[in-house]
């Protein structure tokens, strides 16, 4: 990656620190991401942190979090899964801005890890070949799941966050430039949920 870090960027926990706030701010209703455009928004943009998120309506990082235009690079997609040009653009986001936390997040009664469970219970795989390659990206992250006997509900929840800690594990072994950057303490990859019944999003430990 050509780019060095710029000495001001904001460091990973400093990052980490600025989303639990805003993720707060929208629990508790003082949010004010519907911000409207402002002068500078031309210039070089500069994130402090990468979201890997899901497609899903109700999941827009830039409320949950409660930032502003310019604040997050954002990248949304059915089941927040690594495929080539998602890794490319993370791989983007961290060269060209020089930022330094990339959070992979899912949510709650994800209909993408639902299909996938579904499709793992039942073989009922979608018919679309488009929709079944985002089912394909996540079954290997969820099968271990149906090792034991669980109820829907429970399994549905495990599902979406062993999915986000398979993500981000992977996105680190799908970039060498990004695992580098990782091992040497520059870039901190951080998987999280989102629970859509309380608005919380819960930074997961990978241990």
């Known amino acids: 990656m050509p780019r060095t ?30 911000r409207t455009w402002h002068p500078g928004l031309a210039n070089p943009q500069s994130p402090f942190a990468v979201v890997l998120g899901c497609a ?5 990082a830039e409320y949950v979090f409660d930032q502003g235009l310019g604040d997050l690079f954002v990248i949304r997609v059915a089941g927040n899964i ?3 040009s998602l890794v490319g653009s993370v791989e983007f986001a961290v060269s060209e801005f020089g930022t330094r936390l ?3 997040m899912g949510h709650t009664h994800c209909g993408a890890v639902a ?7 039942h073989g009922r795989a979608p018919e679309s070949g488009n929709m079944r390659s985002i089912v394909d990206r996540i079954a290997p992250h969820v099968e271990h799941l ?23 594990r992977e996105l680190r072994h799908a970039s060498p430039p990004l695992q580098s950057l990782v ?22 430990d990978e241990g």
């Open 5 to 34: 870090f710029a000495p001001d960027a904001l460091s990973p926990e400093d990052s980490l620190t600025r989303l639990r706030e805003g993720n707060r701010r929208f629990v508790v209703g003082d949010g004010s991401a519907l």
């Open 56 to 60: 899903d309506a109700r999941a827009p």
């Open 82 to 84: 690594v495929a080539p």
């Open 102 to 104: 990339v959070v992979v």
């Open 115 to 121: 299909a996938t469970v579904d499709a793992l219970a």
């Open 146 to 168: 149906f090792d034991s006997p669980s109820d829907p509900s429970a399994r549905l929840a495990a599902a979406v966050r062993a999915n986000a800690l398979a993500v981000a």
């Open 183 to 204: 091992d040497h303490g520059r870039v901190v990859i951080a998987p999280a949920v989102y629970d859509l019944e309380t608005g919380v999003v819960t930074f997961l």
